[in-house]
């Protein structure tokens, strides 16, 4: 992921644990959309691509592919995740790779059938694999050479900036890996843009040939006003192909946009996909709550991303692991713990549940009203394991004590943490 690249000096790919990436990950909320919807996008703004279009059927494919006139195309599973031609479908004789060439409109259609209504299965993925609702039909263009070009916000430079390197078409994390030279990274004004003189020099240190620098150079400084325009958090150009016949084309590309802004950009979150997305996450941000899903038997609740990396580290530490985690964040209300719960409960391997509270700006006996809210509502049998410190921690352990319900309440971290994991043993 070009995330993880942050320059070409030195700095290395910020591979965070699974533990931390699961925590921050609960953190942040980026819409992403389809490749298809993503070209349409950059064709909006004056970025050249290989013509292509969406099909939602076997048959809309089958007519696309012969309304192109041309009988070299490429057919691509509209999936969000990364790994589409390696990937396969399910079923014992799912087909093999995501990606593929089409020669007639009758391959389109067989290719189609075969894609649509299925699961793809990639490595971003994992084994449930996510539904393939379409797939993009597009011209076959040769390149003649592959760069990789992004465009994100770059937390060392503390701005946006243009991220690109020769080698493209392949993992950019490899390439960051092996050759971090490899990588050019440009800062870019955030207000000003990038100016015509920056993205010729930035052309010419790709080695563009002659005729092609000034093609690429627009492409750069199209791709930032797209950026900043439409409140993107990511724009992921690659293959960015110098092709036959001397163009330069947008040939794959990965828009991401920031959640926070769809109160202005109402066109682009139409464009989101829910079905690409975990139900439970889905229905956890209607409530304004962030869920991830893990592999263990302790369900947690916690406010905030250090808390949970911690929550994760200690239940680890005592030999336990977490199902999943669900963070309140500053401002739930008793409802929403309630609500949080019920999502907490819907995976099945959860044997206890330990809520884990640092309060702050999130109050302690908030927090209270709503466990007690959800062991009463829900009937739960599960052992709730309960940490609160901190903003109204007395009025809270008040609350649990006169409640009644079986709530075990700690001090302490560690014996917490060992209670929960005690619990779902």
């Given at each position: 992921?070009?995330?993880?690249?942050?320059?070409?000096?030195?700095?290395?790919?910020?591979?965070?644990?699974?533990?931390?990436?699961?925590a921050a990950s609960s953190q942040r909320r980026h819409l992403s959309i389809h490749e298809y919807l993503s070209m349409n996008l950059l064709n909006e703004y004056g970025v050249p691509t290989p013509k292509s279009k969406a099909a939602h059927s076997a048959k809309e494919a089958f007519e696309v592919a012969k309304a192109f006139g041309s009988d070299k195309l490429v057919?691509?599973?509209?999936?969000?995740?990364?790994?589409?031609?390696?990937?396969?479908?399910?079923?014992?004789?799912?087909?093999?790779?995501?990606?593929?060439?089409?020669?007639?409109?009758?391959?389109?259609?067989?290719?189609?059938?075969?894609?649509?209504?299925?699961?793809?299965?990639?490595?971003?993925?994992?084994?449930?694999?996510?539904?393939?609702?379409?797939?993009?039909?597009?011209?076959?263009?040769?390149?003649?050479?592959?760069?990789?070009?992004?465009?994100?916000?770059?937390?060392?430079?503390?701005?946006?900036?243009?991220?690109?390197?020769?080698?493209?078409?392949?993992?950019?994390?490899?390439?960051?890996?092996?050759?971090?030279?490899?990588?050019?990274?440009?800062?870019?004004?955030?207000?000003?843009?990038?100016?015509?003189?920056?993205?010729?020099?930035?052309?010419?240190?790709?080695?563009?040939?002659?005729?092609?620098?000034?093609?690429?150079?627009?492409?750069?400084?199209?791709?930032?006003?797209?950026?900043?325009?439409?409140?993107?958090?990511?724009?992921?150009?690659?293959?960015?192909?110098?092709?036959?016949?001397?163009?330069?084309?947008?040939?794959?590309?990965?828009?991401?946009?920031?959640?926070?802004?769809?109160?202005r950009q109402e066109a682009v979150f139409k464009l989101r996909d829910l079905t690409q997305e975990d139900p439970s996450e889905v229905e956890a941000a209607k409530s304004g709550l962030n869920f991830i899903k893990l592999d263990g038997s302790i369900g947690c609740l916690v406010n905030g991303a250090g808390l949970a990396m911690a929550t994760m580290d200690v239940l680890?530490?005592?030999?336990?692991?977490?199902?999943?985690?669900?963070?309140?964040?500053?401002?739930?209300?008793?409802?929403?713990?309630?609500?949080?719960?019920?999502?907490?409960?819907?995976?099945?391997?959860?044997?206890?549940?330990?809520?884990?509270?640092?309060?702050?700006?999130?109050?302690?006996?908030?927090?209270?009203?709503?466990?007690?809210?959800?062991?009463?509502?829900?009937?739960?049998?599960?052992?709730?394991?309960?940490?609160?410190?901190?903003?109204?921690?007395?009025?809270?352990?008040?609350?649990?004590?006169?409640?009644?319900?079986?709530?075990?309440?700690?001090?302490?971290?560690?014996?917490?943490?060992?209670?929960?994991?005690?619990?779902?043993?």
């Amino acid at each position: 992921m070009l995330s993880a690249v942050r320059s070409s000096t030195g700095r290395r790919l910020a591979r965070a644990s699974p533990l931390a990436s699961a925590a921050a990950s609960s953190q942040r909320r980026h819409l992403s959309i389809h490749e298809y919807l993503s070209m349409n996008l950059l064709n909006e703004y004056g970025v050249p691509t290989p013509k292509s279009k969406a099909a939602h059927s076997a048959k809309e494919a089958f007519e696309v592919a012969k309304a192109f006139g041309s009988d070299k195309l490429v057919i691509k599973a509209q999936v969000l995740a990364g790994g589409r031609g390696k990937g396969h479908f399910d079923g014992p004789n799912g087909l093999k790779g995501g990606v593929q060439m089409v020669d007639s409109p009758e391959q389109a259609e067989k290719f189609a059938s075969q894609m649509i209504g299925n699961k793809l299965i990639t490595k971003q993925t994992g084994a449930a694999g996510r539904a393939c609702n379409a797939v993009m039909l597009a011209e076959r263009r040769t390149p003649t050479h592959e760069y990789y070009v992004a465009i994100l916000l770059d937390r060392g430079i503390g701005g946006p900036a243009l991220v690109a390197s020769r080698q493209g078409g392949m993992n950019i994390e490899d390439v960051a890996r092996d050759d971090p030279s490899a990588i050019l990274t440009v800062p870019i004004d955030f207000d000003n843009g990038l100016s015509r003189e920056l993205a010729l020099e930035t052309a010419k240190k790709l080695e563009f040939e002659p005729e092609n620098q000034e093609k690429a150079a627009d492409v750069f400084i199209k791709l930032y006003k797209l950026f900043k325009e439409k409140d993107a958090t990511q724009i992921e150009i690659n293959p960015l192909a110098e092709v036959e016949g001397g163009d330069v084309l947008c040939m794959d590309a990965k828009l991401g946009f920031d959640d926070n802004a769809d109160f202005r950009q109402e066109a682009v979150f139409k464009l989101r996909d829910l079905t690409q997305e975990d139900p439970s996450e889905v229905e956890a941000a209607k409530s304004g709550l962030n869920f991830i899903k893990l592999d263990g038997s302790i369900g947690c609740l916690v406010n905030g991303a250090g808390l949970a990396m911690a929550t994760m580290d200690v239940l680890n530490l005592n030999g336990g692991s977490p199902a999943n985690f669900l963070d309140v964040g500053g401002g739930a209300t008793a409802e929403a713990v309630k609500k949080a719960f019920e999502l907490l409960l819907s995976e099945k391997a959860v044997k206890s549940i330990f809520v884990n509270i640092f309060g702050g700006i999130m109050r302690c006996d908030v927090i209270a009203e709503g466990i007690i809210m959800a062991a009463k509502e829900l009937e739960m049998t599960i052992p709730i394991i309960v940490r609160l410190q901190g903003t109204k921690e007395h009025e809270a352990k008040k609350l649990i004590q006169a409640s009644g319900m079986k709530i075990h309440s700690y001090d302490g971290l560690d014996e917490a943490a060992a209670a929960a994991v005690k619990a779902a043993a």
